[in-house]
């Protein structure tokens, strides 16, 4: 059974940064399309980055130059480096594997 599990959310303070971990099971994150979502209160999902087997990556304008998704293929996980963060960022960050697999999430607070 696939699994996808996050971890490494927290309350911070603007300016902060933090890194979340989304550690795979039954797939491998070297071999899929993996994808960091969030959902911040009173809005969509919405997608933050992904990175794609061959090492490309893409960002949504809100994450370039703030946050940076990477793997460990040794580890099977993947991570998103959060840098600078603020208010906005808060919400709940979820793992994706292809368009098939999610993770339960992993909450991120950036307090004031």
């Known amino acids: 059974q696939v699994q996808l599990v996050e971890s490494g959310g927290g309350l911070v303070q603007p300016g902060e940064s933090l890194k979340l971990s989304c550690v795979a099971s039954?797939?491998?994150?070297?071999?899929?399309?993996m994808t960091w979502h969030r959902q911040v209160p009173g809005k969509e999902r919405e997608f933050v980055a992904r990175?794609?087997?061959?090492?490309?990556?893409d960002y949504s304008d809100f994450a370039k130059g703030r946050f940076r998704i990477s793997r460990d293929n040794a580890k099977n996980t993947v991570y998103l480096q959060m840098n600078r963060l603020n208010p906005e960022d808060t919400g709940i960050y979820y793992c994706?594997?292809?368009?098939?697999?999610w993770g339960q999430g992993t909450h991120v607070s950036v307090g004031s």
């Open positions: 990175l794609r087997p061959g090492g490309l990556t």
């Open positions: 994706h594997a292809g368009s098939e697999y």
């Open positions: 039954e797939i491998f994150v070297s071999s899929w399309t």
